[in-house]
């Protein structure tokens, strides 16, 4: 389980609105090897990285 099991409030997922140019930085950051490993989610308890799964651990 994660850290989030101990906090009161429900982790909300937040939608990101990207410019095409980070879009795209991203994708050439993708081609050139990088991973990546990690998302920041936010809850009551406040921001912080959790990994894919537990994103999506929270979300459902």
Known sequence: MTDF???DS???LLEAEWGNDQVMAL???LAEGAE???VP???GAGDR???FSEARA???
Do not use: I, K, L, W
Request: aromatic share 14%; no cysteine; charged share 35%.
């Open 5 to 7: 099991d101990d906090d």
């Open 10 to 12: 429900f982790p909300e």
């Open 27 to 29: 994708f050439r950051d």
């Open 36 to 38: 990546v490993e990690h």
């Open 41 to 43: 989610m936010h809850s």
């Open 49 to 51: 990285a959790v990994t």
């Open 58 to 60: 929270a979300s459902f």
